[in-house]
């Protein structure tokens, strides 16, 4: 059975609140992607106006989940296009080879 990896405690900042957050992975990741995350809610709080911390959470998410899901179907479409250009070319060399 393998042992559970390293896990690291890092405090961050978000939205004015203070998390303690357990890490495997490189601290600063974690760091980042909180930065990230105040940082969208701090600019969907300047717009929204007078709209109370979870609303604003609830708003940042969906943007989230938008950009998400945007980017998953990007790849989608980037991985049809290899697999395209792959057949493509394997034609190609069975046609060279032969």
Known sequence: MASEPDRKTVRVSIFNQTYSLGATGEPG????????????????????????????????????????????HELASLKERVDHKTRELTILLDQAID
């Open 29 to 72: 990741e974690v760091e980042a992607l909180a930065h990230t995350v105040d940082e969208l809610m701090t600019s969907v709080a300047q717009r929204a106006g007078n709209m109370d911390a979870q609303r604003i959470a609830v708003l940042a998410c969906l943007h989230m989940a938008d950009k998400l899901r945007t980017m998953e």
